[in-house]
């Protein structure tokens, strides 16, 4: 990848870095009302709601937000673009959709797959007990 590309991703992460730490002050639970300040149940109910809301959002954000750092820091160490699997160079396309990819495409098939066969209960099921009792006894 040249060094444009690598510095607009820098940038990029850099921003988003910037909002989420923003976000995060935003949906910090201490802004939350407190439920004793509100009697009506509906209220109570919606709050409860939004506090949910909120927090499933926090979430996802400091998981996005691990991403990113992962990201930031495999492009101080030269490494970002380089699939985690095979180590061939991220579709420049793919990064662009999805900056924080690790793997290139046919590698993330792959662990589609896998995945698609894992969730897919019996007929795979002694087969991955076998693997765990091989894995077990090494
Ligand atoms: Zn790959």
Wanted: one cysteine or more.
């Amino acid at each position: 990848m040249n060094s444009e590309a690598l510095s607009q991703f820098k940038k990029l992460f850099e921003d988003q870095r910037q909002k989420i730490a923003f976000s995060q002050r935003l949906m910090n639970p201490e802004f939350i009302l407190s439920s004793d300040e509100l009697s009506d149940e509906s209220d109570l109910a919606a709050v409860e709601l939004e506090t949910s809301m909120r927090l499933r959002m926090r979430n996802r954000e400091a998981l996005y937000s691990k991403k990113v750092e992962a990201a930031l820091q495999r492009l101080n160490d030269g490494t970002f673009g380089a699939c985690e699997e095979c180590e061939d160079d991220i579709e420049l396309k793919r990064l662009e959709a999805r900056p924080t990819a690790t793997l290139c495409v046919s590698c993330k098939e792959s662990s589609e797959r896998s995945e698609h066969l894992h969730a897919d209960g019996h007929r795979h099921k002694s087969e991955g007990q076998l693997m765990n009792l091989r894995i077990a006894s090494f």
